[in-house]
């Protein structure tokens, strides 16, 4: 009777160890949605933790076409590529999952495989990982949002919001924008040398920016001012020649740059 339990107990062991239901592990090759033209993404995902008893030597459990998941709901939707040696936590489904993948029909019975459960073969992938993959920071605090090129996006605990864009020329990217939602409400927007900052259309009114059009108006007219302590009867040539000298200096060092908004 003894030997009888143990051989059943050994029996209901080896049932449940053939049983999967959440699996880490990394892609090894994906299909994008460009290639299937079904807006969806199979990857061939290597298993990380296999089917193996143990004491055995490490084995490889590979998965063709498993599905990647993506966060989607009310018509809204997060969508990443799949790429090789992504980080990804495989679901094993409780029942065969090729009907579903089919047609998407609540109901339906797989005939073939309908006793499968819990198998590695009803893999589906979801973009989880335990380690942030490179570009991400060491350590946040908020939510953070990028790609290989670094953080884009991110909202500290603060309640301050700061949009990046990189740009890598030989080297690291590096911010050439920034764009900042500070909690007090002021919104502060930088840009490297060379790059302007455009707000509005091309029917939008060009607004001249008024200190740079201010210092060169002034050293203008002190230039003309000055020049008008000559000679009676040169005075007027004088101030206007020393003017239009002083201003074409002026908005040669500081040229009144415009930008393009819209308001009232």
Request: aromatic share 2%.
């Given at each position: 009777m003894t030997q009888?339990?143990?051989?059943?107990a050994q029996l209901m062991r080896a049932r449940e160890y053939e049983l999967r239901t959440v699996v880490p592990?990394?892609?090894q090759s994906a299909v994008d949605a460009v290639e299937?033209?079904?807006?969806?993404?199979?990857a061939t995902f290597e298993v990380g933790i296999p089917d193996l008893i143990a004491g055995q030597a490490g084995d490889t459990t590979v998965q063709p076409d498993a599905p990647v998941m993506n966060l989607t709901s009310g018509g809204f939707f997060c969508l990443m590529p799949t790429s090789p040696d992504d980080e990804m936590l495989?679901?094993?489904?409780?029942?065969?999952?090729g009907p579903w993948r089919q047609s998407r029909a609540v109901g339906s019975v797989d005939v073939?495989?309908?006793?499968?459960?819990?198998k590695l073969s009803d893999i589906?992938?979801?973009?989880?990982?335990?380690?942030?993959?490179?570009?991400?920071?060491?350590?946040?605090?908020?939510l953070v949002l990028g790609g290989p090129s670094g953080?884009?996006?991110?909202?500290?605990?603060?309640?301050?919001?700061?949009?990046?864009?990189?740009s890598a020329t030989g080297g690291a990217p590096t911010p050439v924008a920034t764009v900042a939602l500070?909690?007090?409400?002021?919104?502060?927007?930088?840009?490297?040398?060379?790059?302007?900052?455009?707000?509005?259309?091309?029917?939008?009114?060009?607004l001249t920016k008024w200190q740079a059009l201010s210092t060169a108006m002034t050293a203008m007219l002190e230039a003309g001012a000055f020049a008008g302590t000559g000679a009676p009867g040169t005075t007027g040539k004088l101030a206007f020649e020393a003017a239009k000298e002083a201003w074409d200096i002026a908005i040669g060092l500081n040229p009144p740059a415009t930008m393009k908004a819209k308001g009232e």
């Open positions: 009888g339990n143990e051989l059943h592990g990394r892609v299937t033209g079904l807006r969806e993404v199979n495989g679901l094993c489904a409780d029942r065969s999952i073939i495989n309908g006793k499968r459960s819990k589906m992938l979801t973009p989880f990982a335990i380690t942030a993959p490179t570009g991400a920071p060491e350590q946040w605090d908020g953080v884009a996006l991110q909202v500290d605990s603060n309640g301050v919001v700061t949009i990046t864009k990189r500070e909690s007090g409400g002021s919104v502060t927007i930088d840009v490297v040398d060379g790059q302007s900052v455009n707000v509005g259309g091309a029917l939008a009114v060009a």
